[in-house]
């Protein structure tokens, strides 16, 4: 038990609290696996991605996370690959994940899929190395370097800092 709420004196149980917003966030998982903002219509790609990068780390603090609910998000994430390095996209949410340019949604999915480890090879490993020696925004450096980083050092994690701005910002991101 913790003592929270200033003066109110208010006994809040932190396993009660977690399974409450646990229960509250997987209501969004529709019946194919990935999670929309209302929990209905297709799955956003990007939002279902960051729901899985957030269930494993939610797993370290609470173990009633659902494998069984992340795995249908893993399942729905790897049969939204296109086969060329990318995912399709089901379209934007009401709350715009998914609105960023296609190539930005794509690191990021690479990224959580690879960060979680559920992709250890193939095509999108391939296409954020092609990113890593190429692109010239930081930001999208930034995720290749992050999710090729599992595998070994990355060439392209002396570009990036090369990128950077006397004032610490990284000019030129999407």
């Known amino acids: ?7 109110g004196g208010l006994l809040v149980d932190r396993t009660s609290v977690l399974r409450a917003g646990y229960q509250k966030l997987t209501g969004y998982q ?3 696996g990935g999670f929309e903002t209302f929990g209905q219509g297709p799955g956003k790609e990007a939002l279902s991605a960051y729901g899985l990068l957030q269930f494993t780390r939610m797993r370290a603090v609470y173990p009633g996370v659902d494998a069984a609910m992340m ?6 994430l790897l049969a939204a690959r296109d086969g060329l390095g990318g995912y399709r996209a089901s379209g934007h949410s009401s709350h715009r994940y998914g609105a960023a340019p296609q190539e930005l949604n794509d690191a990021y999915i690479t990224y959580v899929l690879a960060e979680t480890g559920h ?3 193939g095509p999108e490993l391939d296409r954020q190395r092609a990113v890593a020696d190429t692109t010239l925004d930081p930001y999208l450096l930034s995720l290749a370097v992050l999710t090729l980083a599992r595998s070994g050092p990355v060439d392209g994690a002396t570009r990036l800092a090369g990128m950077q701005a006397p004032d610490g910002s990284f000019p030129g991101a999407m």
């Open 71 to 76: 795995e249908r998000d893993v399942s729905f």
């Open 30 to 32: 529709i019946g194919a």
């Open 1 to 7: 038990l913790d003592r929270t709420g200033g003066g």
């Open 119 to 121: 992709l250890k090879s």
